[in-house]
């Protein structure tokens, strides 16, 4: 099994920004996608973004231009840097890794515990 802790989450106001890291810790695993879901009250868990080993992305629609997401292979990290953050970005935000690659929203098998961003308007 992998262990994800994220960091970061915070309350910010609009049109502000904030960081969320999130660190991965496995001896067996080898992880190759990385990435951020977000789930509102009331809403299923959507992909905000998720980066492969190779440093591939892929976005939601509505983030894009506004969220960069990064990792450190060697130390299992990722990170997503969240600017021009609207109301509706308020959610829990959950790391979440798998071995397999990214496909159509599906995320890997391994999540955090979720951090919460509040953007007030």
């Known amino acids: 099994q992998v262990q994800l802790v994220e960091s970061g989450g915070g309350l910010v106001q609009a049109g502000g920004s904030l960081r969320l890291s999130c660190a991965a810790s496995?001896?067996?695993?080898?992880?190759?996608?990385m990435g951020w879901y977000r789930q509102a009250p009331g809403k299923q868990r959507d992909l905000v973004a998720v980066?492969?080993?190779?440093?591939?992305?892929n976005y939601a629609d509505s983030v894009k231009g506004r969220f960069t997401i990064s990792r450190d292979n060697a130390k299992n990290t990722v990170s997503l840097q969240m600017n021009s953050l609207k109301p509706d970005d308020t959610a829990v935000y959950y790391c979440n890794a798998g071995r397999e690659m990214y496909y159509r929203g599906y995320p890997g098998a391994w999540w955090g515990q979720g951090t919460q961003v509040i953007v007030s308007s």
């Open positions: 980066i492969s080993s190779g440093g591939s992305t």
């Open positions: 496995t001896r067996t695993f080898s992880i190759n996608r």
